[in-house]
């Protein structure tokens, strides 16, 4: 109880700041996107100003690189960032697609259709009905997408996260859990979900 109570205040907590970072956008004369990459003690200097480095906000999101230490949390952005990330050594996972993707079921059914990819709220509006719906992760800002959708497939979560929660309550085919699935298949990409068995595969 405690673990999915942990979740949605972490998921209620993403939909509160999202509409705040809405605020500061309209206020500094933003998108959305930029105001979502401000550090948390930016924010007061910013909105006594009523302006931002847009430049410095460009750069975040392109790119960005977040590096705990014992004294604190560093930032990197831009080329500084992309030069740090060369020098780890990251090993790749390789993934056998000749199967098809597999995850555990969260809410059983079998559809079809194509995919749309959503890890952003901007991206919420390429959901149309019949799509399946792919994400890192859901939380409740996505529901009007998440309503939409044929299907729902998520990297991250288990049984219990938002995304499975929300699928049995709307009786969603629903997949949650499946590695790199965002990163492999495209916008528009047709896909079999058989949420049954947990199953993705790809339609030639």
């Known amino acids: 109880w405690l673990k999915d109570f942990r979740k949605y205040c972490i998921w209620y907590g993403h939909f509160v700041l999202d509409k705040f970072t809405k605020e ?12 979502n990459h401000f550090l948390r003690e930016e924010v007061r200097e910013v909105l006594l100003r009523a302006e931002a480095d847009e430049h410095l906000l460009n750069e975040r999101v ?7 230490t014992e004294e604190g949390t560093e930032y990197f ?39 749309k990819i959503v890890n952003s709220i901007e991206d919420i509006k390429k959901v149309e009905a019949g ?19 044929a299907a729902i497939v998520t990297e991250d979560g288990g ?3 938002h995304a ?29 979900v058989d949420a049954t068995n947990g199953v993705i595969k790809i339609i030639k």
């Open 164 to 192: 499975a929660i929300v699928s049995r309550e709307f009786r969603i085919p629903c997949v949650v859990g499946i590695r790199k699935i965002t990163k492999i298949l495209k916008d528009g990409d047709r896909i079999e």
């Open 24 to 35: 500061i956008a309209k206020r500094v004369r933003l998108t959305h996107k930029q105001a």
């Open 131 to 149: 799509d399946i719906m792919l994400a890192l992760t859901t939380y409740p800002a996505y529901l009007p997408a998440m309503k939409r959708a």
């Open 159 to 161: 049984i219990t996260c």
């Open 62 to 68: 392109k790119y960005c690189l977040m590096r705990a």
């Open 77 to 115: 952005y831009g080329q500084e960032a992309k030069e740090m990330m060369e020098k780890i050594e990251v090993e790749e996972d390789t993934i056998d697609l000749s199967a098809g993707f597999k995850g555990s079921t969260a809410c059983p059914g079998k559809v079809t259709g194509a995919v």
